[in-house]
């Protein structure tokens, strides 16, 4: 059975640091496009990162403060999360694809989900 489990969630002050990961199994592994995205209450679920082949792409409001990567012969994704703000306060969700991804920021492009971490950064 499929599942993907994200530890490392939690309350943050402003100006702190978070690394989320992303653990999958019960698939046979490979180095499959994996991405991260979040979501706010209210608004809709937005990509923060993509990793493909160590090749990595960033949203313009994470980029600099936040670095994504791949496990190294592990089916693993991290998300460092440095100089958090209160706005970054969301509940983070990893994704991977089996497939292409053409547009990583396409919810639509992933085939399978985490359940979700919530990050809280407090001003």
């Known amino acids: 059975q499929l599942h993907l489990w994200e530890p490392g969630g939690g309350w943050v002050q402003t100006g702190g640091s978070l690394k989320l990961s992303c653990v999958v199994s019960?698939?046979?592994?490979?180095?499959?496009?994996m991405a991260w995205f979040r979501q706010a209450p209210g608004k809709e679920r937005e990509g923060v990162a993509f990793?493909?082949?160590?090749?990595?792409d960033y949203a313009d409001f994470v980029r600099g403060r936040f670095t994504i990567s791949q496990g190294n012969g592990e089916p693993t994704s991290h998300l460092k999360m440095n100089s958090l703000k209160p706005e970054d306060t969301a509940t983070y969700y990893c994704?991977?694809?089996?497939?292409?991804?053409?547009?990583?920021?396409?919810?639509?492009?992933?085939?399978?989900w985490g359940q979700g971490t919530q990050v809280t950064v407090t001003s």
């Open positions: 994704a991977f694809s089996d497939g292409g991804v053409e547009i990583w920021g396409d919810v639509s492009e992933y085939h399978y």
């Open positions: 019960g698939y046979p592994y490979r180095q499959w496009p």
């Open positions: 990793i493909r082949d160590g090749d990595t």
